[in-house]
């Protein structure tokens, strides 16, 4: 069954979310939203439009930024918000600075894993996690644990979309969240009450869209 999509009435900006209800899995969860961010993560347009956003928001006047480390396939967004960071007469720490922009590189045991010509923009470094959206934080404490293997510091979490307000007691600054959301909710495969009442799951979630079943 197709899903039908529609976008939510809260608007950020230019920045609006569409979603779709049912009963979608991605990696760690189960949850009855499907949030699709595939313009903001592939038009140019847009993705600037968030990285505005998220511009406009303390995190760029209170955050160190050496290195974005794109998840979610957000390459796209993770450039847009470096130019914003960047530019000058924009009041940021990272002003007139260079940002280093690494997209996630995932090992067969969905650990995060860069080779060594890439270690450098990581060790030592002041590292932003952007991700399209944050659920249940699994993601998240995958890039944190990266980071940290390759001793640098996450000062920062950015997302279109959470359903948390911290991560390891690192903020998530967001554009949306569940208060946009009228009863989202999330729930770990094994607790998902809709698999207890033998409702079929509509479509496999994960950072490249959805797969319907």
Do not use: W
């Amino acid at each position: 069954m197709e899903r039908k999509f529609f976008k939510i009435p809260v608007c950020v900006g230019d920045v609006s979310l569409r979603v779709a209800q049912g009963h979608f899995a991605t990696r760690n969860s189960h949850t009855n939203y499907f949030i699709d961010v595939t313009s903001q993560q592939s038009c140019l347009r847009e993705a600037e439009a968030v990285a505005q956003q998220l511009a406009q928001r303390n995190l760029t006047h209170n955050t160190l930024v050496d290195t974005i480390l794109c998840m979610d396939g957000t390459r796209v967004i993770g450039t847009c918000l470096a130019r914003q960071l960047t530019q000058g007469g924009h009041r940021s720490l990272n002003a007139g600075q260079d940002i280093y922009l690494l997209r996630e590189n995932v090992a067969a045991d969905g650990t995060l894993m860069f080779r060594d010509n890439a270690r450098f923009m990581l060790e030592g470094k002041h590292v932003l996690l952007l991700l399209a959206s944050v659920t249940t934080g699994g993601t998240v404490r995958r890039g944190i644990k990266c980071v940290q293997y390759y001793k640098g510091t996450v000062s920062g979490i950015a997302a279109i979309y959470s359903h948390q307000k911290e991560v390891d007691g690192i903020p998530v600054v967001s554009l949306f969240n569940t208060n946009d959301l009228p009863g989202y909710a999330s729930y770990s495969p094994e607790e998902c009450p809709m698999c207890r009442n033998r409702e079929e799951i509509d479509a496999v979630v994960d950072k490249f869209g959805y797969s319907a079943l």
